[in-house]
């Protein structure tokens, strides 16, 4: 199981980015994905998680209304839209998986994901 996040990048306020978190060595639409972020000085936080099972999404609330999770299936891909970013987003953001086709995301946290990304960082900066 393996899982490669990328497009971060230094972007200005207000601006937009697509994170992308490719999966490799499992079929990533039958396990639940989730994004994490890390600011510097900071605990990971869960940002979003989209469950299999259900295919419900749950959001972290600062960022429902300018984040989107979404799956490329036949890419065995998915993405994390970021609109209007802003400052305090900044941090570098991580998917995870754990294969449980059954995990609900409801409470979803870092101690339930044993399957990580590398990191992208994200600095959004005027």
């Known amino acids: 199981v393996q899982l490669q996040a990328s497009g971060g990048g230094l972007v200005q306020p207000g601006w937009s980015l697509r994170l992308s978190c490719v999966a490799s060595?499992?079929?990533?639409?039958?396990?639940?994905i989730a994004w994490f972020r890390q600011a510097p000085g900071k605990e990971r936080e869960g940002v979003v998680c989209?469950?299999?099972?259900?295919?419900?999404?749950f959001y972290e609330d600062s960022v429902k209304g300018r984040f989107t999770i979404s799956r490329d299936n036949a890419k065995n891909t998915v993405y994390l839209q970021m609109n209007d970013l802003k400052p305090e987003d900044t941090a570098v953001y991580y998917c995870?998986?754990?294969?449980?086709?059954?995990?609900?995301?409801?409470?979803?946290?870092?101690?339930?994901?044993?399957?990580w990304g590398q990191g992208t960082l994200v600095t959004v900066s005027s």
């Open positions: 995870a998986t754990v294969l449980r086709s059954y995990y609900h995301c409801s409470n979803f946290g870092s101690r339930d994901f044993n399957s």
């Open positions: 060595g499992f079929t990533s639409q039958y396990y639940p």
């Open positions: 989209n469950s299999f099972s259900s295919g419900s999404t």
